[in-house]
């Protein structure tokens, strides 16, 4: 047999099982399993004590991605591609988002242009529809989902970019026609503004105020609306970003009326909270994202989904902004009122090591279910299996190398997003990613990135089945 690379005696973990194998690698894909294996000329990787797990896929991030005016995300395709990468990333899945006037079909030929040659891992676009025109339902999205554009996001929240309900079927009914994936960002726009007025008129603008004009009952609410549309047009819906145990009680009830729903959720739903947005001066601003994070109970109730099944996705919703920067959280009128700070937290890199250890470590969750919900099921639902988010044979070799009893404090001086602070400063974590291949070449190797070795990848037809 031809191989190229054997990975040696590292814990494989392939679907439900974690074994001590081999990996053997040929042509960019996995060609081999077993114990032993050899190959005349391959080059041996010694992984003994390692874990060997299918390169984490974030099906939800923000790169370079229009912020309004005078502000700038943190994060360029290199930067982005670069600190997801460090944290045992080898997919990442961004946002495109069209400016202006121009078509959906323009707004991707630009964004893809901007991905071009500046990518250290694969990257897969979603697309953002937040105009309902005839060119958009019509012809842009069936043609971009012919080019392997394959899933959409709506918003109910955001001025500039919530759709209606009527504007939502009609959303859907085109999904349902094309067959395409459906993710909905589920936070009541209108309840957001009245509380948000309420707040302005008690003279209550601190960066502590958009967490409480976006209570649990905002989020719970559109994601009932969401769900009880999607069983209208009668197609599967992923509510993105769940941070409560009351929205998914929403998910679970429309699972248990029979419909496909996907549920995702993130590391600031698990170990931040609302009071981090209340710290002293403008430092709550480092945590002002949406939803918000919630408190200790609607943390263990995001846990208990993890541990349960109940949450088929685990992203960062990496959205990085600088901190000390007037084109971005310290922008304009920022601290004059919460309205003004540019909404998102970096949380590309951190992502898998947060998990594995508060989760694999502590004994939460096993190896398996640690890697499916962080690659093989995002891999799956977005249409990107089984050529990524497994180690099987005739998959890409995209294989991360684990240390799980490596000890790392995280710092922002450590990582290598565009924005100038962590929200994890000072978290501590046990396992931490120290390896990783992307098509069977050397990704991250003796803290070593290979340079521009991803690209722009086309994805198939979703795989929207239930895994409860």
Same mark, same amino acid.
């Given at each position: ?87 045992? !990333? ?71 970019? =919530? ?33 948000? *007025? ?6 209550? =603008? ?24 999607? #069983? ?41 909270? =609302? ?36 949450? *088929? ?26 309205? !003004?700070?540019? !909404? ?53 070799? *995209? ?12 710092? #922002? ?49 979703? *795989? ?5």
């Amino acid at each position: 047999m031809h191989l190229d690379r054997i990975i040696r005696g590292a814990t494989v973990v392939t679907g439900d099982d974690a074994r001590i194998q081999d990996i053997g690698i040929a042509d960019g894909r996995i060609a081999a399993l077993g114990i032993s294996l050899s190959a005349e000329g391959a080059e041996i990787i010694d992984a003994k004590g390692l874990i060997a797990m299918p390169g984490g896929i974030d099906s939800h991030v923000h790169i370079s991605q229009p912020s309004g005016p005078d502000v700038e995300m943190a994060d360029d395709f290199d930067s982005a591609t670069r600190a997801a990468a460090f944290g045992g !990333n080898t997919t990442v899945m961004p946002f495109c988002l069209p400016v202006g006037d121009a078509t959906l079909r323009e707004a991707v030929a630009d964004y893809v242009g901007k991905a071009r040659g500046k990518c250290h891992l694969d990257v897969a676009i979603h697309l953002i529809v937040h105009r309902t025109d005839p060119v958009t339902l019509g012809q842009d999205l069936p043609a971009l989902h012919a080019a392997g554009f394959t899933s959409f996001k709506i918003f109910m929240t955001y001025a500039d970019m =919530a759709l209606s309900d009527r504007q939502i079927l009609e959303v859907l009914k085109v999904a349902k026609d094309l067959g395409a994936a459906v993710m909905v960002h589920a936070e009541n726009e209108d309840a957001i503004e009245y509380l948000r *007025d309420e707040a302005e008129r008690a003279g209550r =603008a601190g960066p502590a105020m958009h967490a409480r004009t976006r209570p649990v009952p905002v989020e719970r609410e559109a994601t009932h609306r969401a769900l009880s549309l999607a #069983q209208i047009a009668g197609v599967p819906l992923t509510i993105v970003h769940v941070s409560n145990g009351e929205a998914l009680d929403e998910i679970r009830r429309a699972r248990q009326r029979g419909q496909i729903v996907h549920a995702e959720t993130c590391p600031q739903y698990l170990t931040l909270t =609302a009071d981090d947005l209340d710290r002293a001066g403008f430092e709550g601003a480092k945590f002002v994202c949406s939803p918000p994070p919630r408190d200790r109970a609607a943390q263990a109730e995001c846990w208990a989904g993890i541990e349960q099944g109940d949450f *088929d996705l685990f992203s960062s919703d990496h959205c990085p902004f600088r901190f000390a920067d007037a084109a971005g959280k310290d922008r304009p009128g920022a601290r004059a009122s919460f309205r !003004n700070i540019p !909404n998102g937290i970096p949380a590309i890199e951190t992502r898998l090591p947060i998990l594995f250890s508060e989760g694999v470590v502590k004994g939460r969750i096993s190896l398996s279910r640690f890697a499916a919900i962080t690659a093989t099921n995002h891999a799956r639902l977005y249409g990107l299996a089984p050529r990524k988010g497994m180690i099987a044979v005739g998959s890409d070799a *995209d294989i991360v190398l684990w240390n799980p009893e490596l000890t790392r404090t995280i710092s #922002q001086s450590d990582l290598h997003h565009g924005a100038d602070y962590t929200p994890w400063e000072g978290f501590e974590v046990t396992g931490w990613p120290v390896a990783s291949f992307l098509r069977g070449e050397f990704l991250l190797h003796e803290n070593s990135l290979a340079e521009y070795c991803g690209g722009v990848i086309a994805c198939g037809q979703p *795989d929207q089945r239930a895994w409860q």
